[in-house]
Every structure is written in structure tokens, then in C-alpha cells.
T-cell receptor, first 115, second 108 residues
Framework: GAVVSQHPSWVICKSGTSVKIECRSLDFQATTMFWYRQFPKQSLMLMATSNEGSKATYEQGVEKDKFLINHASLTLSTLTVTSAHPEDSSFYIC???????????FGQGTRLTVV | DAKTTQPPSMDCAEGRAANLPCNHS???????VYWYRQIHSQGPQYIIH???NNETNEMASLIITEDRKSSTLILPHATLRDTAVYYC?????????FGKGTHLIIQP
């Protein structure tokens, strides 16, 4: 299957700082990328959908000014957690799709810990 | 608002077929059934998807009932590495909605 690379795989940051997570589709052009968040022992929750060259669409309850998403090219999307707080500590996962039918390919996830 | 219902957990003996059920009684005609799995602390992995016909690939088989209200994912010869949470998802558009899935435990 297609390869989606997410970086970093884990990060520890101080409260109040910002963290950027990258999601790259390595062998296909992803017209759409998705960002999920997963808390321990819970399922994945969709945060936002981003289409290349346009603004991201955020799910209800997700603060767009806190979770900045940029999808500047067909192979790269970034999620920036601004002014991170301990409650933002979570597992963040991206996925990429170019088929419009849900066969999405996921990155390996980023474990964010805010101290 | 879950579109699918799955048992929270299942056990299966190594080497045997693992049959994971999923109910999706409110599925509409143009919605696909997707299966993904997530091994602990990793991103989900695509397994298979289908619309109304049964599907098979190198990982699994997907059996969809004629009325499309339920489906079964079959792992023909389960191994210990198949221990994971398996998600059955019904979706038309992109942006998969994950339920709680079934935690499949393969016993040696």
C-alpha cells in the first residue's frame, strides 16, 4: 500500500510552546489529508480535513486557531499545536487519500506530551 | 452517532480463522464498508473495503450480507501479529469516522 510518513514520532514540549507535526505522502499525491487525535484507550477522533491549496475544514469543537493546519502541496500537510497545554497531550495521526472513497493511508502517529 | 456496531472484544486461537462481525443496519445505498485495524500505538492500517459484493485480498475476506445490513471480516489463518483493534466503518465521503472497534486477541 501507499506510504504516509509522519514526523516526529514523539515530542515532549513545555506548556505554552508550539509544536509542528508533518505528514507526507511519499509515493502518491494526496488531494486530501486528515488529522485525528486519539486519547488513551479511546478511538480516533477526526479533527480536521484539509484539501491542497484551500483552508482546512474543522470538526465541531476543534479550535482552528489552536490547531493550525497547512496543506501547501499535494504531498505535505502540517499540524501546528499552538500554545500547547498538558490537556493537548495525545496521539496525533494523519491520513492521506487520493481516491475519494475512504481508502486512506495513515501515518505512524505522533505522541505529543506537554509538560 | 455510531453507524456501526461491533463486539468490544473477541478471542481467537492462533492458526484458526478469525471472524469479526459488524452491524450497519442504517447503511445507505452508496456507502461503502471499510475495515481498518490498529496495532497498539501505531496508525491504523487499511485492510479491505466493499460495497455489496464479497471481497478478498491478501490480508482478509469481507462478506457483506445481501441486504447490506451486516458484514464479516475474515482473517483466514490468524497469527499473534493480528492482535489489534479492528474498526468497521461505513462512509461515503472521505474523513473516516471511527467507532470503538473490536479488540481481537489471538491466543497462542
Amino acid at each position: 500500500g501507499a506510504v504516509v510518513s509522519q514526523h516526529p514520532s514523539w515530542v515532549i514540549c513545555k506548556s505554552g510552546t508550539s509544536v509542528k507535526i508533518e505528514c507526507r505522502s511519499l509515493d502518491f499525491q494526496a488531494t486530501t489529508m486528515f488529522w485525528y487525535r486519539q486519547f488513551p484507550k479511546q478511538s480516533l477522533m477526526l479533527m480536521a480535513t484539509s484539501n491542497e491549496g484551500s483552508k482546512a475544514t474543522y470538526e465541531q469543537g476543534v479550535e482552528k486557531d489552536k490547531f493550525l493546519i497547512n496543506h501547501a502541496s499535494l504531498t505535505l500537510s502540517t499540524l501546528t499545536v499552538t500554545s500547547a497545554h498538558p490537556e493537548d497531550s495525545s496521539f496525533y495521526i494523519c491520513s492521506a487519500s487520493n481516491r475519494g472513497r475512504g481508502e486512506a493511508f495513515f501515518g505512524q502517529g505522533t505522541r505529543l506530551t506537554v509538560v | 452517532d455510531a453507524k456501526t456496531t461491533q463486539p468490544p472484544s473477541m478471542d481467537c486461537a492462533e492458526g484458526r480463522a478469525a471472524n469479526l462481525p459488524c452491524n450497519h443496519s442504517t447503511i445507505s445505498g452508496n456507502e461503502y464498508v471499510y475495515w481498518y485495524r490498529q496495532i497498539h500505538s501505531q496508525g491504523p492500517q487499511y485492510i479491505i473495503h466493499g460495497l455489496k459484493n464479497n471481497e478478498t485480498n491478501e490480508m482478509a475476506s469481507l462478506i457483506i450480507t445481501e441486504d447490506r445490513k451486516s458484514s464479516t471480516l475474515i482473517l483466514p489463518h490468524a497469527t499473534l501479529r493480528d492482535t489489534a483493534v479492528y474498526y468497521c466503518i461505513v462512509e461515503r465521503f472521505d474523513g473516516l469516522t471511527f467507532g470503538k472497534g473490536t479488540h481481537l486477541i489471538i491466543q497462542p
